[in-house]
């Protein structure tokens, strides 16, 4: 039996904002929405039927990376161009970026991408495995990923 990721479901304090970020700046389609006050949530999709990412509106604090759970959330881009189409969008709703552009995964690597958060403090990342040959790695003794 092989398993590989179905969804990625993220807890956000507040629907509305969140889905502004994953729709509007990142590009995901809306599939289905709840709009109950009690139980509102958003399934997100690239395109195709299936959700790739869910928001549930259930969290009464920001994302906390000193607990166990999720380190981070990384989508992959066909290319480094497309990281900086987006890299250019997020900068544009005013994200803050944990390094400065486009960083290597680690020292010599062909792989990076860019490293930010979502309007809940959630670690996200959007890389492409080719193209980061010339950019900077910020750690010499860990991949970039794993300290951010």
């Known amino acids: 039996m092989t398993l590989r990721t179905g ?7 507040d629907l509305d904002r969140s889905l502004a970020f994953y729709r509007d700046v990142l ?3 809306l599939l289905a929405e709840g709009k109950e006050d009690d139980r509102r949530y958003a399934f997100l999709g690239d395109g195709g039927d299936a959700p790739v990412l869910t928001l549930w509106q259930q969290a009464r604090e920001p994302y ?3 607990r166990a759970g999720l380190h981070h ?3 992959t881009a066909d290319s480094m161009d497309r990281v900086r189409v987006y890299e250019t969008a997020l900068r544009g709703a005013g994200v803050e970026f944990h390094h400065e552009g486009v960083v290597a ?3 010599g690597a062909a ?3 860019i490293f930010f958060h979502d309007p809940d403090g959630t670690r996200l990342e959007i890389s492409a495995p ?3 040959e010339q950019a900077p790695a910020p750690h010499t003794s860990a991949p970039t990923c794993g300290f951010f």
Do not use: I, Y
Not at 7 to 13: A, D, M, P, Q, S
């Open 7 to 13: 969804h990625t479901g993220l807890n956000v304090t």
């Open 27 to 29: 590009g995901f389609a």
């Open 64 to 66: 906390d990376d000193g």
């Open 73 to 75: 959330l990384a989508f």
């Open 105 to 107: 995964h680690g020292e």
């Open 111 to 113: 792989s990076g991408g």
């Open 130 to 132: 080719l193209g980061a």
